[in-house]
């Protein structure tokens, strides 16, 4: 089975022609935030340097998420444009799955984890059970690094830009009992090989993403962020402690107006 594989989650860009197993082409880079630019250019590389096109092709595969919002929307338009010329079918691979493709068989739990925003990380749990299977243990989740620090509790394998970036602060948030090792370095960048493989296992199970399909956008809701800016004190409470303040300060003003009006009405009595 032949496939085009691409994966713009992240600022790093691959992008790879599949024959089973077989790695016909492949392109990685540094895209930063110019995948609108570069991805349709590096595809028709990949085509040139292969012989091939999209008709000898026989499904295309695409990372889904999470991660950036701009580059996901390019990755997905591109891959369904060639859906609609060519109606060739289409498998969607969670990103944070593909990169526990990256280390396909290891007897270890896996955690990939990706930079989010606002000092977060993405990240999720695998753990393969046989050469070809992959246990999703828990799902794409987002949070404060050291809050992914207190849901490991077993030897885990870490991967990602979000690992490289917040490996202290995920730590801090760690039992001492519990080892953390990093992937090799090349197993720590998403690979749209990865992606392809676990696309194509999709393909011929007849998993194909429908019309209305969508980026992964795993967010926390307002609600969860609110909480944790005000220190993990709920809406209500804060109200409750705001009421309370206000009313302070107003008994304390009216205190302070008796005991002058006091002073004042001694004063003219003497």
Not at 74 to 101: D, K, N
Not at 250 to 257: D, L, N, P, S
Request: proline residues 5%; charged residues 25%; hydrophobic residues 40%.
């Amino acid at each position: 089975m032949k496939v085009l594989a691409i994966d713009t989650a992240t600022s790093w860009q691959s992008v790879a022609i599949l024959d089973d197993q077989w790695i016909v082409a492949r392109r990685d880079q540094d895209a930063g935030k110019s995948h609108s630019k570069l991805l349709l250019p590096t595809i028709d590389r990949l085509f040139h340097e292969s012989g091939l096109s999209l008709k000898d092709l026989d499904g295309l595969v695409v990372s889904i998420g999470p991660g950036s919002f701009t580059g996901l929307r390019v990755g997905l338009a591109t891959l369904l444009g060639f859906r609609t010329i060519t109606g060739l079918p289409m498998a969607i691979v969670p990103t944070l799955e593909g990169l526990a493709w990256n280390l396909r068989a290891a007897s270890t739990q896996l955690c990939p984890v990706l930079i989010s925003r606002r000092g977060e990380v993405y990240w999720a749990m695998f753990r393969w059970v046989t050469d070809e299977l992959l246990e999703r243990i828990v799902p794409e989740k987002v949070g404060p690094p050291a809050a992914l620090g207190g849901r490991l509790t077993e030897p885990t394998v870490m991967m990602g830009n979000g690992w490289e970036a917040e490996e202290a602060a995920i730590r801090d948030g760690l039992s001492r009992s519990v080892k953390l090792t990093a992937a090799p370095a090349y197993a720590m960048k998403p690979s749209a090989v990865s992606i392809g493989l676990a696309g194509i296992q999709r393909l011929r199970r007849g998993e194909t993403a429908g019309l209305g399909v969508s980026p992964l956008y795993v967010q926390r809701s307002e609600a969860e962020l609110q909480y944790e800016q005000g220190g993990g004190i709920s809406p209500v409470e804060r109200r409750r402690e705001r009421v309370a303040e206000k009313m302070a300060a107003r008994i304390a003003r009216v205190r302070t107006r008796a005991s002058r009006q006091q002073i004042r009405n001694r004063r003219n009595t003497t």
